[in-house]
Every structure is written in C-alpha cells, then in structure tokens.
C-alpha cells in the first residue's frame, strides 16, 4: 500500500492504483496526507479549495466528498479512514511511512544520522531511495498561495537539502565524477545555491581541475550578484584559495598519465577463458580493439574487467580511464554526451566544448598519439557507448553491460563476449575460501548441494558463504536444507542480514528490472509462477494468456537483456536460478492475488491437458486420467509416440515440481492428476526420486479432496516406484492399500494392476511359488475382463518366473503369448520388452544368433518405447552374445553404447549392468591382447558394483590380480571359474538380473 502526493495524488495497492475521484476529491485526500497524521481544519480545506464560496458551499460540497473517499479507503483494503474531529477531518492510518512524503522525510533524516557518525556509504543509499520518491510536481491538485507556498516549502526544507546531504557523502565516498555531474546540473538549474557550488568547486579539485574550479567560480560570483546582489560566503572564498595554491603547485609539476582503474576484488575466482580471450585481442596490437563483456546480473563483468586491467596496465603507457556509467544502477545513467565531456576532463581538458560533435573531435585529436587502455563499466545501450568508441582508435577499449550490445556488434565490429555464471568447480573454490578450507572439505557433498543452489552467481555465492560462516555450529548439509526449503531466493533475497542492501541480491536485480516496460516486467514477473526455471514458448504462452507472437517479442527482449537466457533446444528458455527466484519474489509482492492465481490456472491446466495427450500416445490401451472439470482445452498435439516421449522427457522437471507447486497452491485436482500423466513415462526413464516425492504429493492431494479413485491409483503408482527402487516391505504396503480401496469402490482395474504388482515383489524376494500362483489368478480375472494390456503383464511376469525355476520351455511360451498381445494392441514398450526377454532366454539356451535377431529388433523399438533400463538389458545381452561368438570388436562397441545408456539412467538394476557390461568388455579387450585397457575397464567394473554384487567384485578384482602376475589363468566370463577353453563356447553365464527384478510391473494412470 502506497499514498503519494509527489505528482499526481494516488492510492497504489497490490499492483494497482484505486480511482480516488476528480481533482477536488484528490485535493481533499492530499490535504489530510500532508498534515497527517494532524487534522485539518474545514476553514483550511476552504482556504485552499473553494477560496471564494460561503461556508454553507463549501459544507455541501466537502460532506460528499469526504464520503467518497470513506467508500474508497474501505473498498481498498487499507484500513485506512477518515474521523470527523469537531470542525476538523483526520486521516487515520497505521504508519506514516506509506505516504510517500513522510517516507521521503524518514529515509533523507535517517541519510543525515548516517552521515553524522560517518557512515556515508549507508547515507547515499538512504538518500538515493529518498530522492527517488520525488517524481512530480507536489501536492499537484492544489493551486493557490498556500500550496505555492507549501511546494516551496518543500523545495527548501526538504529536497534540497537531501540533495545537499547526497553529494556530500558521495564526495567523501570519493564518487567525484558523480557529485560533478549532478552538482554542476543543480547548479545550472536552480536559483545560485552556495552549498551545490562548493560541491561542484570540490569535486573540480579532488579531480585535479583547478584551472576549471577558477573559471566556475569567477562565473558564479557574477551570477550570485546579479541575483541577490551579494559576494560568495567563506566557504567559497576558502575553496577558491585552495583551487589558486594547486592550480600554482602542479603548474610546476609535469602532469602525469591518468591512473583511474580500480584495483580488482581480493577474491576474484576462475575465468581463465575469458582472461586468455582478451589477452588474445591485446596481441593483436591491441590498437583499436574493442570488447563488450555482457551477461546477468552480478555475474561479474566489472570484476572480470578489472583483473584482466590489473595484469596488464604495463602495455598502456600513457595510462588509463575508468568511468562508471550507470546503465544499471541507483542513479540516472549517463548521457553519451556527458561521457565524452569527462574523458577529455580525466585527460587535463581546460575548456570543453558546447556539442556533442565537437567534443568528440576534440577527444579524437587529444588521444591521437595515445595507447591507453579505457574501462566503461555498466553501459546502458550502444548508443551511450558509440561516441567514444568513434575517437579512440589506439586505445584498448572494454565495455561491461548487463544488455547484450547487438548494435555494436553489427554496426561496429565490436567482440560481443557472453559472461556466463561461474562453473561448478570454480564455485566450490571460492566457498571453500570464503567459508574456510578445514570447515568446507569435511562435508564435500553438502559443500556441492551448497555450490548448486546459486548456480554459479559470484554474489549469490558470497551472500551464502557468509551465511553459513556466520552459523559455525550448524553443519553445512543441514544448512543446505534449510536454504532448500525456502521458496523464492529465500536467504539469497534476505536484505535484513545485511548493512548495505546494494550488495543484495535483490537490489543488484533490481537495477536492471527498473528500466523494463511495464508489459515486460510483468511477463518477468509471471515467470516466477513457472515450477522451474527453464520453460518452453508453449508454456510461456499459456501462463501469461496472450499471443505467441506478444510473448515471444517479450521474451526477446528479456533475453536482450541478460534477464533470459535461450535454453538448449528451440522455442526453450531458461532464466538464472537466482533470476527466477528473485521473479517470484516481485510477482507475490507487485501483482494482484486474482492474477496471480488466472496466470497459474492457465499454466496448469496446459500443463495437464499437455501431460494427458502425451501420456495417452504413449500408452493408448490404459484408461485416461478423468478430466478436470472446466479446464481449459489447450494442449500439445505429438505426431506420435516418439514426440510425446520427447516431450515429456523435455517438461520432466517442470511437471515433477508442478505437483507439489499445485499442492501448495490449493490445484489438489491438478496435482493428482499430473502425477498420474507423467507415471509411465518417468518410470521408463529411471527417474525414481523426483517421481516419488511428486506421487506423495499428489496423494495429499487426493486426501484432500477425498477421492478415492485417485488415492487408490496414486498408492499403487507409489508402490511401483518404490518397487524399483527395491523397497519392498514399503512397496507393499501402498499397494495392498490401493487394493483395499479400489475393492471397496469397485474400481477393478486398479485392483488387478495392485493384484499383480504384489506377485511381483512376491518373485522380486524369492517367493517364486507364491508369485506363480498369484500371477495365474491376475492372469484369469484379467481374462474374464478383457483386460488386454493386463493380459499380456500378467503372461509376461509368469514367463519371468518360471525362468526363476529354469522351465524355460514354459517361460517362452508365455513370452510368446505376451508379445502376440503387445504387437495386436500395439503396445510398443511391451513388445520391447518382451523381444528383450526373448533374446535374453535364446542367449541363454545357446542359441546365439537368433537371440542376436531378436535382441537388435528390440533396439530398434526401444527409442520409441522410451524404457532406457531395458534398452540397456538389450545392449548387454548383444555384448555378451558377440563376445560369446569371438566378435570382440563388435562387443566393444556395443560395450561401449551399453555403459554410457546405463550411466545415464537412474537406479539399482541400471549400475549393475554398467558394472557387468564393463566386466565383459575387459575380457574383449584380453582377447584383442590390450591388457592395459582391460585393468582400466575392470577397475571401473569393480568401482561401479561395490557394494551391489560382491561376488562378482571378488571375481574381478582376482581378474585384475592375474593380469598384474599371469594373464593365461583369467577365467573366461562363461566358464564359471574354469581356465581356457573357447571364447565361443556357449555354455550359459548365470542372470545376475533375476528376471522379475527387472521384468514388467503393472502401472495405473
């Protein structure tokens, strides 16, 4: 909530201003606003507003006003009214620092305290803030004596002694370019003001302009008499004896080049790249060269500049400059013309010319014979810029930017250079030296999870380091969950822990933020509703309700900015983690709860209609999700299968955070719903985790909502995933409750899918008896059903247990039945699966090369199926076949495909094949004779099954023992321990996958 009455009187509220009625109702308002929290007298209020009506005129006329604004201030929300107090009105109000007045009065007084005990950095802040409240005309809808009166008042009393106050610090903060700029413009604008002409005088002298500083002051003496008829005070007369005594001084002293860059931050970390990047330009003569360093906020453009200056300041002789020029920062930014004017003053300029033309010839011939090296720090755009690049043909210019410089790229040849966030292992370095080497090395991981939630922001990480420095007695891994847990950029955004907010996330983005169009910010603001920070056009498209062509011009101009960045396919973009963070936080505090709340209905019901279209491709035989009542249509068309598995593959993170974000949120329907699209394809892909923690939260969801067909569902999706992830006994227990609830409300389906998913964990423990005569129950009432999809499960697990009991003629007839059924139906990871099943057993039964026919026809299907866990069993399986066959390079290659799929998915089964595959390959490599490769694959092999198959850990770490001493006594891998014999020989090696550990489980959507 905000009252202003600098400029137009107005009530702002949750993003938006409420009508406060003609100007005399706003008059009114800016009257009780001015003297709160006073009152104010009906005869002032007459005075001011109706200065020639009777008392009876201005009664009828103020009653229904003041009862105007009662209905607004009550509709607002406020709690803000107005009391009629004998003949006088009051505004009431919980704080005087919601109007913008009496804030501008606080921040300038407390700006004035700072700077009495000399903390003048805190003081520009404050002042900064204060200053920028004054945006207009005050008290505009009052005119008259009393109001000119009052406004000058203001003027006096109030802002320009904030300004006063402003520049002082910063003239003790050393900012004299700063404090001449904006001295020397008051100056020139305002009636002769002593305290801004010794500030600029100051400034002229500190920056060694003497000559000028004399000049200024014999032209403000005439201006001061011809104004009030006075001589200058003594503190003018005092500064202009010291601008004689100088100008004397260094007259008789050669002038020295011009030493201006800053020295580097002690810290500075990483960045060899971009410092062999530019020490590349500078061999290159480094005449006229030209380099725009952009990229995100607090990445560290101006740092990177600066080290790169400090190694090389010895290649400049004729010294160099540095001008910060506020593109985005506090402050205005300044004007190209004014860039020129204060090189030629940093370069001992006497006089500057009037035009922009004519200084910036007088600059081309001042550093024609001069190689200096020049450092514009925070440009705005090209066109703050381009003057200067136009007359420094021999100097080594580096510009810094949040914007990336496309003008100066096309039109003027300048390297456009990205800086992007500091890598993983140059972030680690610096916590580790900012939060101390023995507290950081004892927790190694928790030290990576910390590096991972800033994402590589020099400041974030800074920030972080001195929060978790500042907590010696928690440990880093319980520190890192607490920051997890915090929404937004949580303790990154935290500005109450720190003395100088401009070292803040938040304020350091916010610089950037300020200069948007509106219609852009608020496309900003929305994206912070995205569950993660990388999103998709189509998404952009539903969050925000409008035009693709309107949103795709919007995110065009963010990523222009440095504020968006494209992601890593077409039509994908990603923001800095910081930078998403930082959007949610402006979208809870600037747009309105009902927007808010459209934007994520949008998005979540394109991300579930989306989700549901995919997820029925992709498996068109199981029953849909039941729709949500009243949601938007809009969703993604596939071509296919394969596009549909694409996409979700693509949207994984954002619909497994959607879940628990819906939640949150109160979208119970959403939630559940969501959780049930993705459930088959992630289960393919072995990204067990992220789905588990996203099915409890959708089985709140249903709690909430009561409905039993979606708590039934979810806990048999439970019990799948942690099936995989082979914990049974939890297992178990989800999915006799989904059983019990699906009987008791007659959904059968799910009742069958939970029937069978028990048999499995029956097999998965060994129980093969009991497995065998629960899946021949599944497979009869899946019959009488006519259940197709769970027909071919059940067959397909019953051939997987009676592999358990070697009846391998009956396993392979119920493959057979499987695969018939999955081809009819066409269920394409089913049919890859049970090819996979059936190449496996032919394997094991010696026959070689049908397994091989069967094995690569699975590869083929498998893309589309989108099961990676078994598309890797098929790829082993063919290793071993080849190797079996003595076609050793064929395995290798294989080999190879098989460990780099198995590296990538997720899960137990997943790391034991990695370790076998390896295994074999080793034993290729013996057979080809390369002995040093082989101990490198095993060593791998024996690091990747430690802990998951010690026998064949012993057997390879043996391997490894014998070739150090006698390659001859290796075992073969399907000799069962025996030395020599035929590398083709086709006797069976044993299934250390244990068929229904890896086999089908019966999935619910």
Not at 635 to 659: F, G, M
Not at 982 to 987: G, I, L, M
């Amino acid at each position: 909530m905000e009252f202003k009455i600098i400029g137009k009187t107005r009530l702002h509220v949750d993003g938006k201003d409420y009508d406060l009625g003609p100007a005399k109702h706003r008059g009114v308002m800016a009257l009780l606003l001015y003297y709160f929290p006073g009152h104010v007298q009906v005869d002032t209020m007459a005075h001011v507003l109706w200065p020639n009506s009777t008392s009876e005129q201005v009664r009828r006329s103020l009653q229904p006003i003041v009862s105007k604004l009662r209905a607004i201030l009550a509709k607002s929300g406020t709690g803000a009214s107005i009391t009629k107090e004998g003949n006088a009105y009051r505004l009431v109000l919980d704080q005087a620092e919601v109007i913008d007045y009496h804030r501008f009065r606080k921040l300038a007084e407390e700006g004035r305290m700072a700077a009495g005990r000399g903390d003048h950095q805190t003081a520009k802040t404050c002042l900064r803030k204060a200053l920028s409240l004054w945006s207009g005309r005050p008290l505009q809808e009052l005119e008259g004596s009393w109001a000119d009166r009052c406004r000058d008042q203001m003027e006096t009393f109030d802002r320009l002694p904030a300004f006063h106050a402003l520049l002082d610090s910063q003239h003790q903060l050393g900012e004299h370019l700063e404090v001449m700029a904006e001295a020397g413009r008051l100056v020139e604008t305002q009636a002769p003001d002593e305290v801004f002409a010794a500030l600029y005088m100051r400034s002229l002298e500190a920056l060694g302009r003497y000559a000028a500083a004399l000049d200024f002051y014999a032209a403000f003496c005439r201006r001061l008499f011809e104004h009030v008829g006075a001589e200058p005070g003594p503190e003018l007369r005092h500064l202009y004896k010291s601008a004689l005594h100088k100008q004397a001084d260094s007259a008789a002293q050669e002038a020295a080049p011009p030493h201006q860059v800053p020295a580097p931050a002690r810290n500075f970390i990483g960045r060899g790249d971009l410092l062999a990047d530019l020490d590349a330009l500078l061999d290159q003569d480094g005449r006229g060269q030209v380099v725009a360093l952009h990229g995100m906020p607090s990445v560290g453009k101006s740092q990177l500049a600066l080290k790169w200056a400090a190694r090389h300041l010895d290649r400049f002789p004729d010294g160099n400059l540095y001008l910060e020029l506020r593109g985005h920062s506090p402050g205005t930014p300044v004007a190209a013309d004014d860039v020129l004017a204060f090189l030629l003053k940093s370069l001992g300029a006497e006089r500057i010319p009037a035009t922009g033309d004519e200084r910036q010839s007088e600059l081309r011939r001042v550093l024609a014979n001069r190689r200096m090296l020049i450092l514009l720090d925070d440009a705005y755009d090209s066109r703050q810029v381009r003057p200067v690049l136009a007359a420094t043909a021999n100097c080594f210019t580096i510009i810094t930017s949040r914007t990336r410089l496309v003008g100066l790229g096309v039109r003027d040849h300048v390297d456009l250079k990205a800086v992007p966030p500091l890598s993983r292992a140059e972030s680690l370095f610096l916590l580790r030296k900012e939060i101390g080497y023995a507290r950081a090395d004892r927790e190694p991981d928790a030290l990576r999870d910390l590096a991972d939630l800033v994402d590589g922001l020099p400041l974030g990480l800074r920030i972080i380091a001195q929060q978790v420095a500042h907590r010696p007695g928690t440990s880093i891994s319980e520190l890192v969950e607490e920051f997890r847990d915090q929404e937004g950029l949580g303790v990154l955004g935290a500005v109450h822990d720190s003395d100088d907010d401009s070292v803040t996330l938040p304020v350091a983005f916010s610089w950037s933020f300020r200069d948007l169009p509106e219609e852009i910010a608020h496309t900003f603001r929305l994206l912070g509703l995205n569950p993660t920070a990388e999103f998709g056009l189509d998404a952009a498209v539903a969050l925000l309700g409008a035009p693709e062509e309107v949103v795709s011009a919007h995110l065009g101009v963010l990523v222009r900015t440095n504020l968006l960045d494209h992601g890593n396919a077409p039509r994908r973009f990603r923001l800095h983690d910081t930078l998403h963070g930082f959007a949610l936080l402006l979208v809870r505090r600037d747009e309105p709860t009902r927007v808010r709340a459209d934007a994520m209905t949008r998005l979540l019901d394109w991300y579930l209609a989306s989700s549901g279209v995919a997820a029925h491709m992709l498996d068109p035989q199981t029953s849909p999700v039941p729709p949500l009542p009243g949601m938007s249509s809009n969703a993604i068309s596939p071509a296919d299968q394969t596009e549909a598995l694409k996409w979700l593959t693509q949207e994984r993170a954002n619909l497994t955070a959607a879940v628990p974000q819906a939640v949150r949120h109160g979208f119970h329907g959403h939630a559940w719903r969501l959780s049930a699209n993705f459930h088959e394809a992630y289960d393919r892909s072995g990204r067990y985790e992220d789905v588990l923690a996203s099915h409890r939260a959708a089985l709140k969801a249903a709690a909430v909502l009561d409905d039993q067909e979606a708590l039934s569902g979810t806990h048999s999706n439970i019990g799948m995933v942690l099936y995989r992830l082979c914990r049974f006994d939890e297992a178990q227990n989800h999915f006799k409750a989904g059983a019990e609830i699906a009987e008791r409300i007659g959904a059968q389906e799910i009742q069958l899918i939970c029937a069978h998913n028990l048999a499995s964990i029956q097999l998965a423990i060994g129980e093969v008896g009991s497995a065998i005569e629960l899946y021949r129950e599944t497979l009869e009432a899946v019959r009488r059903s006519g259940f197709r999809d769970g027909e071919a499960y059940a067959l397909s697990e019953l051939a997987n247990a009676y592999r358990r009991i070697e009846r391998d003629d009956l396993a392979l007839d119920f493959y057979q039945q499987a695969l018939l059924i999955r081809r009819a139906i066409n269920h394409t990871r089913g049919v890859a699966s049970t090819l996979t099943d059936i190449g496996r057993l032919r394997f094991e039964r010696g026959e070689h090369e049908e397994a091989l026919r069967l094995l690569r026809e699975a590869l083929e299907v498998h893309p589309a199926g989108g099961d990676r866990d078994r598309a890797g069993e098929a790829l082993v399986t063919i290793t071993e076949v080849e190797y079996d066959l003595g076609r050793f390079d064929e395995a290798i290659a294989h080999a190879k495909q098989a460990v780099a799929l198995c590296t990538s998915t997720a899960g137990v089964h997943a790391r034991e094949r990695q370790g076998h595959v390896l295994h074999i390959w080793g034993h290729a490599l013996v057979a080809l004779g390369e002995l040093h490769e082989a101990e490198v694959r095993w060593s791998q092999a024996v690091e990747v099954l430690n802990g998951l198959n010690q026998v064949e850990v012993e057997t390879l770490v043996q391997h490894l023992a014998n070739l150090r001493s006698s390659p001859s006594d290796i075992p073969l891998p399907r000799t069962n321990g025996a030395k020599g014999g035929n590398p083709t020989d086709p006797t069976s090696l044993e299934v250390t996958d244990g068929g229904g550990q890896g086999g089908d489980v019966f999935t619910v959507e």
